[in-house]
């Protein structure tokens, strides 16, 4: 079996962790020089060549430009030290939102198609050119993609265009299995639009509930307005189903102000992921019937977030780490 190695960025380091202590490794050593320019460089200190490589860095508001730089940076190092494979683990890729196409009635002329261009430029960043007498031979040694509840389909479609293995990873039977241990029998999943409705579906079979749907307009990216919400929600426990909560909370505050309207008795809002800020921390607390949050650790949850709310952080680490072992074990 190939040697593998397993290195972090600094976004989640407590998450690389946790997933090499459930696949009884030590994470690989790294160092990142930081530089008064805001340039960065990254040295792997450990030999790699020969090696299935893991990087681990998720998406975290305050510094994704600079992550995705020193990501970039591992991802080179990786090759140029002779890798024979890399796989990039994000487990929440918050470029999956922008993944606009020509045919899509939002998309709007002189746009670019970020989700795309992320993964473009990660591959880029693994190629190798051979040449062979005078034909010079590209190979991408960025193989592989492991993520969790990418925001779109499309984006998994954009890796696979690429000729990059997608691991789509979902987080929906650990949440369902959560929310089997609470008291569900007068409740009704809701879906925060209906571009989350397949999930919230599928949510809603696992609980044996039934299913609403809202229906909203975004204004913008602080303002949403609730046109509509399809479901029996007078009287009953609501658990809004979203694969994301923003730093503005936009959707689940509209939300729960229109289902105070209509006599809902408690929430609880479950997300895949959550980009608290204090806003976000501030915003949530004035929803007076806000029963739970519960999301996964896809992104660092701050201390302050865990303290003040009503949460319940699943971890997402054993799921990742069984596809690592899986991926390691292909000859």
């Known amino acids: 079996m190939t040697e593998i190695k397993i290195f972090s960025g600094r976004s989640h380091l407590k998450l690389a962790e946790e997933i090499c202590r459930k696949l009884n490794r030590e994470l690989s050593l790294k160092k990142v020089e930081d530089y008064g320019n805001a340039c960065l460089e990254v040295i792997l200190w450990e030999k790699v060549k020969g090696c299935k490589v893991f990087l681990i860095q998720t998406s975290v508001p305050q510094t994704l430009h600079r992550d995705l730089e020193e990501l970039r940076q591992m991802i080179n190092a990786a090759k140029e030290n002779g890798a ?148 029996e929600v007078s009287g009953k426990d609501v658990i809004i189903f979203d694969d994301e909560i923003s730093p503005a909370a936009t959707t689940l505050k509209a939300l729960a102000k229109e289902l105070e309207k209509l006599g809902a008795k408690s929430i609880t809002a479950v997300v895949t992921h959550a980009s608290f800020m204090q806003e976000t921390v501030g915003s949530l607390q004035e929803i007076k019937i806000l029963r739970e949050i519960v999301v996964t650790d896809t992104v660092p949850i701050p201390e302050e977030a865990r303290r003040l709310l009503p949460l319940r952080v699943l971890s997402v680490a054993g799921l990742i780490a069984e596809t690592i072992k899986e991926i390691s074990e292909e000859s």
């Open 84 to 231: 024979s494979e890399i796989i990039v683990v994000m487990p929440y890729v918050s470029y999956a939102r922008s993944d606009k196409e020509k045919s899509d009635k939002k998309y709007i002329s002189g746009m670019a198609i970020a989700g795309k261009l992320l993964i473009e430029l990660l591959k880029e960043s693994g190629t190798v050119e051979t040449k062979i007498g005078e034909k010079v031979i590209r190979v991408n040694k960025m193989t592989s993609f492991i993520g969790v509840d990418f925001h779109s389909k499309k984006f998994e479609k954009f890796l696979l265009e690429l000729d990059v293995r997608a691991y789509h990873l979902s987080a929906l039977p650990l949440i369902a299995e959560y929310l089997k241990t609470k008291h569900t029998g007068d409740g009704i999943v809701l879906s925060s639009d209906e571009g989350a409705l397949d999930k919230t579906v599928l949510l809603a079979k696992k609980l044996g509930l039934p299913v609403g749907v809202a229906r909203k307009k975004r204004i913008d990216d602080k303002t949403v307005i609730i046109e509509d919400i399809v479901g």
